[in-house]
C-alpha cells in the first residue's frame, strides 16, 4: 500500500522560502506522476506544480518562477522548494501521486493523496 506524507510546512514572512517534502513509502510505480496541490477553506484545492517519471514538469501560472518541483528517486521523495513566498500562497499543501504518464494539475488524475502540511505566510 502506498503512503505519502508530508513534512516541511510552518510560518514565514513574505519574501521567505520554504521546501516541503513528501516521502513515498510501498512507491514501486515505474511509470507514475506526482504532483503537489493546494488548498484554502471555501476554495477548491489546485494543483500548485506536478512531475512525472520521464521528468517533465509543470507548474500553475501563480507559482512559475518561484516554485521548483524535484524528485529524488533513491530516497522516495518528492520535494517543493517555495522562494519568494506570497500571503497568497498561505494553504493547505498536499502531495499527491497516480501510477500513469504525465505531470497533471488535475485533481481527478490522481488517486494517493497524503495528509498534507500547512503553509502560512505573512506580511
Known amino acids: 500500500q502506498v503512503q505519502l506524507a508530508e513534512s516541511g510546512g510552518g510560518s514565514v514572512q513574505a519574501g521567505g522560502s520554504l521546501r516541503l517534502s513528501c516521502a513515498a513509502s510501498?512507491?514501486?510505480?515505474?511509470?507514475?506522476?506526482m504532483g503537489w496541490f493546494r488548498q484554502v477553506p471555501g476554495k477548491e484545492r489546485e494543483g500548485v506544480a506536478a512531475v512525472d517519471s520521464r521528468g517533465p514538469s509543470s507548474y500553475a501560472d501563480s507559482v512559475k518562477g518561484r516554485f521548483t518541483i524535484s524528485q529524488d528517486g533513491a530516497k522516495n521523495t518528492l520535494y517543493l522548494q517555495m522562494n519568494s513566498l506570497k500571503p497568497e500562497d498561505t494553504a493547505m499543501y498536499y502531495c499527491?501521486?497516480?501510477?500513469?504518464?504525465?505531470?497533471?494539475?488535475?485533481?481527478?488524475?490522481?488517486?494517493?493523496w497524503g495528509q498534507g502540511t500547512q503553509v502560512t505566510v505573512s506580511s
Open positions: 499527491a501521486a497516480a501510477p500513469w504518464w504525465g505531470a497533471s494539475l488535475q485533481r481527478v488524475d490522481y488517486s494517493i
Open positions: 510501498g512507491f514501486r510505480y515505474v511509470t507514475y506522476r
